[in-house]
């Protein structure tokens, strides 16, 4: 019988379990890496807690994380949502409705006198017999992306009611094309997966020794809506069919998390007082021609001095 011997230093064709054998090693060992350095760095404190909820001193509490807007927003902004404590297992008797919205649901700028305190007036008077709780989750300037990534984690404490008034900053708020400080308007899937990243310890470490090397280039505080001046989006922008299409992916997804914790969901309009709040700014078309800049131009001149004199009735040339 006649037999091949394998030469010396040659290597013997490796079959399908030797290379299922090394995809998994070239897998398993970073994510295990990544595993060990997560854990590690949570155990040695570095980091914080990117919840919205975190452990308040007292036993089976929690309270709002002040930190938590860091995760879409610069740190310098300095915006937090409200405090507040609630327990993590709802009371007997209890009604617990959710908030989930922006600087308008928050209340700016006094929040004691906001949407929240007055729903939650209005409730203990139309339910004397029960204890009623309305979480005002709001915080100024985030959008449905943050929305939603409250709405997945207020689902796990009982709600029975979320009340959804968002809409207003989809555009200038975190992910959107006239964001002022992160507006590159990736697709949604990849917002969400780069949120994730950002949540973990090690995602923090790294975009921490990103942030030096930059040389801290982002605002040092907020400044409001004049921040977005040179970041205007005109109405006819392409980009803002990802907005419409992100914005309905969002609330689909919120509602999906209100209906797997057994909860309802309202979604509100927003309102908007045009008589006291015209438009930030105003920007026509590209491409017109001289003519049609110049009435553009004496129009929009006319309407400014009729709201500066408080003359709503006057007429453009």
């Not at 600087?103 to 006198?113: I, M, R």
């Not at 078309?285 to 003519?291: C, F, M, N, P």
Request: with cysteine; glycine share 12%.
């Amino acid at each position: 019988m006649n037999t091949q011997a394998t030469a010396p230093g040659s290597t013997a064709r490796a079959g399908p379990s030797a290379w299922l054998a090394r995809a998994a090693l070239a897998v398993g060992a970073p994510v295990a890496f990544l595993l060990a350095l997560e854990g590690g760095l949570r155990v040695l404190g570095v980091g914080r807690p990117a919840t919205f909820l975190i452990a308040d001193e007292t036993a089976g509490t929690l309270r709002t994380n002040p930190e938590f807007a860091r995760l879409f927003l610069p740190g310098g902004f300095d915006l937090r949502p409200l405090n507040f404590r609630v327990a993590a297992r709802k009371p007997p008797n209890t009604v617990r409705v959710v908030i989930l919205r922006e600087s308008a649901a928050q209340g700016v700028p006094v929040p004691s006198f906001g949407f929240g305190p007055q729903l939650r007036a209005q409730l203990r008077a139309r339910f004397p017999g029960r204890s009623i709780e309305v979480l005002n989750t709001g915080i100024v300037a985030v959008n449905s992306h943050v929305v939603y990534r409250i709405a997945r984690e207020m689902a796990r404490y009982e709600p029975d009611l979320f009340v959804v008034y968002a809409g207003n900053n989809e555009v200038v708020g975190p992910f959107g094309p006239g964001c002022a400080y992160l507006s590159q308007m990736p697709p949604l899937w990849l917002i969400r997966a780069s949120v994730f990243v950002r949540a973990t310890r090690t995602g923090q470490l790294v975009g921490a020794l990103m942030g030096r090397l930059a040389g801290g280039a982002a605002p040092a505080e907020w400044g409001g809506m004049s921040m977005f001046v040179n970041s205007a989006v005109p109405g006819d922008d392409p980009r803002l069919g990802a907005v419409y299409r992100n914005f309905e992916a969002n609330l689909d997804g919120i509602v999906d998390a209100a209906s797997g914790a057994g909860a309802k969901a309202i979604l509100c309009t927003v309102v908007a007082n045009l008589k006291d709040c015209p438009p930030f700014l105003s920007r026509h078309r590209q491409g017109l021609s001289g003519a049609d800049l110049s009435a553009w131009t004496a129009a929009f001149d006319a309407g400014r001095l009729a709201w500066r004199l408080g003359d709503p009735s006057a007429r453009a040339p």
